[in-house]
């Protein structure tokens, strides 16, 4: 193990997983402060994963038609 070939391509490899754990940590990071982003602006009711009146009103709509059908599987007479 004295060919310097063999010093060099461990160093390489070394080298590439360390700038791939260093990419994926970054990629990460990056993800992490778009989530962060997002959080913030929806407590300003700046963001589009706020729901809207419209939405909220849907959402209730839908709650109730599952009520109904709910109610309609176990027989009961509304």
């Keep these: 193990m004295t060919d310097p070939n063999v010093y060099i391509t461990l ?3 070394g080298l590439a997983g ?3 754990v260093v990419a994926g940590g970054l990629s990460g990071w990056r993800g992490w402060l778009t989530l962060r982003r997002m959080e913030l602006a929806a407590h ?3 963001s ?3 729901p809207t009146a419209g939405a ?3 959402i209730a709509d839908l709650k109730e038609r599952i009520k109904k059908l709910e109610a309609i599987a ?3 007479d509304l």
Excluded: N, Q, W
């Design 11 to 13: 160093a390489l490899s």
């Design 18 to 20: 360390l700038a791939m």
């Design 44 to 46: 300003d009711g700046e």
């Design 48 to 50: 589009p994963l706020a």
């Design 56 to 58: 909220r009103i849907e």
């Design 74 to 76: 176990a027989g009961v």
